[in-house]
């Protein structure tokens, strides 16, 4: 299976690469809780409603580990963490958290470690991916040829 992506226009005016061209991952379809856990449960010999304990509790534990500031290191899977989104102010004593902050999201960096041999960043979960190019398109975006191209990042 590969990741599919189209290319896109960039058409916001205001971006220094206006007019320049992008790939735009297509996603699949969701891979749910129940799916998740009935493969889960065949690879593991653990029942079903157990992975699914396992995985509500480790949810919980995430939620209030982030809620409490802390990075959530979950090893070979990876780290979350809580980023606030916020608008400037030219003096700090201006700033206020209604006014200002725009919202709190959640961030994720996947597990990875340096190369000794070379020092580049080794990602497992984002490695050795096969992406496919679904389509080309003509100045005003629409599909011109359809295309199969490819390869392996």
């Known amino acids: 299976m590969a990741i599919l992506f189209k290319l896109r226009k960039n058409n916001i005016k205001s971006n220094k690469s206006y007019g320049k ?12 809780l129940t799916e998740i856990s009935n493969r ?9 409603a157990n992975v699914v304990a396992v995985i509500t509790a480790l949810q919980s534990e995430i939620s209030q580990g ?6 959530v290191n979950l090893g070979e899977l990876g ?25 709190v999201v959640c961030k ?3 597990e990875g470690h340096r190369r000794q041999t ?7 979960f984002t490695e050795d991916i096969e992406l496919k190019q679904i389509s080309e398109y003509d100045e005003k975006g ?5 295309v199969r191209r490819g390869g392996r990042v």
């Open 142 to 146: 629409r599909i011109s040829k359809r």
């Open 40 to 48: 889960v449960q065949s690879n593991s010999g653990v029942s079903r």
């Open 66 to 71: 982030l809620k409490n500031g802390h990075v």
């Open 21 to 32: 061209w992008y790939a735009h991952t297509l996603r699949n379809t969701e891979l749910d």
């Open 118 to 124: 070379d020092g580049t960043l080794h990602r497992p």
């Open 79 to 103: 780290k979350f963490y809580l980023s606030i989104r916020s608008e400037c102010v030219d003096n700090p004593d201006d700033f206020s958290v209604k006014k200002h902050v725009k919202g």
């Open 108 to 110: 994720y960096i996947p």
